[in-house]
Each structure stands twice: as structure tokens, then as C-alpha cells.
């Protein structure tokens, strides 16, 4: 039988990980007080996380990225990741960086559905192109965005330009033989539902699925799920195995304006 609680343990692997939540959040402040753009906290509900943080580009904006943070659903908040807009915003984009309600306070189809909205939001305060990217969690949910229950209004879902899905999670269902589900509380209609990998596509907006060539493999199997099944529906999608980097380090390099991941996520790649 497989140990699926080990094949999501990304900690487990990664010497000193314990130590990164801190750094993270420590590196985020120290990026957003030499900002000069910076609105935080927009309402997109009611809630006490239903908030977005908007970093803006020195000039004139060119659209807007997107931004969901991971932590499987269960943890961590849009402070925790502002210094990763850098890249982007370098170039010229406005970025939106939202929080949303955690399990087990809100389940995984209502986050769903917080997220449509805070895009909603963020594509009334900033115009252009979107493009969306998440990591791990927030992989499965910008990827969700484009399924055929979208709930994005049309006028939203026709601006998104491109997705990138790094370390997303695609197929929800081997997470119900987790210990992780005591918290996630899915059922297997739940697991279905949420899962990209089972949706058909929307539309035929790009998807780039991109992962560390050192994570865990059943995240490398995920990501090379989503990039297949997808093509059978000719949506241009890309695997990228991103040699030498691990489920923490994959996304290092949007903070940086040279990086492929960066020129990926805005286009140029």
C-alpha cells in the first residue's frame, strides 16, 4: 500500500524547512516597506481574510497578475509571499496578491469560490490582460479557475491571457487517504469536483504546469497531469521540470525580473 501522507510531506525532504514560514514572512515585510505602490488589504467579502493586497508597477500598468498562495489549504496568508510580485512588477504588472478563508473553517469548494471572487475584484481595480498563477494549494486553484464551472463572469474569464500552475495540485482524490484530510474534510464527491484534471476546459486559454525536478514525485506526477489530459482538448499547455529546485525554492524565481519562470508567467517565454 502507498504512504500517501509521505508523498504530500514536501517538509519531510527539505533539511531546515522548519525555519522558512519565518524567513518567508520576514522577507515579505522587509519587501513591502521599501514599496511605493502598495495598497493593502481590498475587500472582495465580508470576511476577515476575504482581503487582497495590490502591488503596482512604477509607470503605466500593462494587466494584471494574480497570485494564490499554497498551503494546502490549511495555512499561511498573502503577507507571507508580497516579495514574489517583484518580478512581475518590475516589468511592468500590477499584482494581486489574495488571502482566503482556511480549512477547516471553510471548505475547499467554498475557497473555490472565494478566489473567482477576489479576481473578480482585482480585475475591477486594475485593467489589461490577467494572467494567474498559484503554488501547491493555490495551483489547484487558479487551474480551477478555467474549468467548465468556472464562476468567473465572461467578461473576467475572456482577459485571462495564461495560467501557470506551479507545484499545483490537479486530482484531489489521492488527498482523501491522507491524515491531511481530517482537516480538509473532503469527500470523494468533494475531491471529484475540485479536481482540474477531471473538468473539462472552459476555453482554450494556455496553462503552464511547472515544478521542481526535486520535489516530492507525486507532485512532478500532478503537474504532468494537468499539462496531458488538457492537450487531449487542445488547450496549449507546457510541462516545464524545473532541474535542481524543490517545492520551496520552485517559486524563488519570481522575485526575480531575469528569471524564466518570471518571463513564463508574463509572457514573454
Same mark, same amino acid.
Given at each position: 500500500?502507498?504512504?500517501?501522507?509521505? /508523498?504530500?510531506?514536501? *517538509?519531510?525532504?527539505?533539511?531546515?524547512?522548519?525555519?522558512?514560514? &519565518?524567513?518567508? =514572512?520576514?522577507? +515579505? @515585510?522587509?519587501?513591502?516597506?521599501?514599496?511605493?505602490?502598495?495598497?493593502?488589504?481590498?475587500?472582495?467579502?465580508?470576511?476577515?481574510?476575504?482581503?487582497?493586497?495590490?502591488?503596482?508597477?512604477?509607470?503605466?500598468?500593462?494587466?494584471?497578475?494574480?497570485?494564490?498562495?499554497?498551503?494546502?489549504?490549511?495555512?499561511?496568508?498573502?503577507?507571507?509571499?508580497?516579495?514574489?510580485?517583484?518580478?512581475?512588477?518590475?516589468?511592468?504588472?500590477?499584482?494581486?496578491?489574495?488571502?482566503?478563508?482556511?480549512?477547516? /473553517?471553510?471548505?475547499? *469548494?467554498?475557497?473555490?469560490?472565494?478566489?473567482?471572487?477576489?479576481? &473578480?475584484?482585482? =480585475?475591477?481595480? +486594475? @485593467?489589461?490582460?490577467?494572467?494567474?498563477?498559484?503554488?501547491?494549494?493555490?495551483?489547484?486553484?487558479?487551474?480551477?479557475?478555467?474549468?467548465?464551472?468556472?464562476?468567473?463572469?465572461?467578461?473576467?474569464?475572456?482577459?485571462?491571457?495564461?495560467?501557470?500552475?506551479?507545484?499545483?495540485?490537479?486530482?484531489?482524490?489521492?488527498?482523501?487517504?491522507?491524515?491531511?484530510?481530517?482537516?480538509?474534510?473532503?469527500?470523494?464527491?468533494?475531491?471529484?469536483?475540485?479536481?482540474?484534471?477531471?473538468?473539462?476546459?472552459?476555453?482554450?486559454?494556455?496553462?503552464?504546469?511547472?515544478?521542481?525536478?526535486?520535489?516530492?514525485?507525486?507532485?512532478?506526477?500532478?503537474?504532468?497531469?494537468?499539462?496531458?489530459?488538457?492537450?487531449?482538448?487542445?488547450?496549449?499547455?507546457?510541462?516545464?521540470?524545473?532541474?535542481?529546485?524543490?517545492?520551496?525554492?520552485?517559486?524563488?524565481?519570481?522575485?526575480?525580473?531575469?528569471?524564466?519562470?518570471?518571463?513564463?508567467?508574463?509572457?514573454?517565454?
Amino acid at each position: 500500500m502507498r504512504d500517501w501522507d509521505d /508523498a504530500y510531506a514536501n *517538509s519531510a525532504h527539505i533539511p531546515g524547512s522548519e525555519k522558512l514560514p &519565518a524567513l518567508w =514572512a520576514e522577507r +515579505a @515585510a522587509d519587501y513591502r516597506a521599501g514599496l511605493k505602490g502598495f495598497r493593502p488589504d481590498i475587500a472582495y467579502g465580508s470576511r476577515e481574510r476575504q482581503r487582497l493586497d495590490l502591488i503596482l508597477p512604477d509607470g503605466d500598468s500593462k494587466g494584471l497578475i494574480v497570485f494564490i498562495h499554497g498551503g494546502y489549504w490549511m495555512r499561511f496568508d498573502k503577507s507571507d509571499w508580497t516579495d514574489l510580485a517583484e518580478g512581475a512588477r518590475h516589468h511592468g504588472w500590477t499584482v494581486a496578491l489574495p488571502s482566503y478563508t482556511l480549512t477547516p /473553517a471553510a471548505r475547499i *469548494s467554498e475557497i473555490t469560490a472565494e478566489v473567482t471572487a477576489a479576481i &473578480a475584484k482585482a =480585475a475591477s481595480v +486594475a @485593467a489589461g490582460p490577467i494572467r494567474l498563477a498559484g503554488h501547491s494549494a493555490g495551483g489547484h486553484l487558479v487551474t480551477r479557475m478555467l474549468c467548465d464551472d468556472s464562476g468567473l463572469d465572461p467578461a473576467v474569464y475572456n482577459r485571462i491571457a495564461g495560467t501557470l500552475s506551479i507545484s499545483g495540485l490537479h486530482d484531489l482524490r489521492p488527498l482523501l487517504k491522507t491524515r491531511m484530510n481530517e482537516t480538509l474534510r473532503m469527500t470523494v464527491e468533494e475531491a471529484t469536483l475540485e479536481s482540474a484534471a477531471l473538468h473539462q476546459p472552459r476555453g482554450h486559454s494556455p496553462v503552464t504546469a511547472w515544478v521542481g525536478g526535486c520535489e516530492r514525485p507525486e507532485f512532478i506526477r500532478q503537474s504532468d497531469l494537468m499539462a496531458n489530459i488538457w492537450t487531449g482538448f487542445d488547450v496549449p499547455t507546457r510541462l516545464v521540470v524545473d532541474p535542481g529546485l524543490n517545492h520551496f525554492t520552485v517559486i524563488d524565481g519570481l522575485k526575480d525580473p531575469s528569471s524564466s519562470i518570471t518571463a513564463r508567467l508574463i509572457g514573454l517565454d
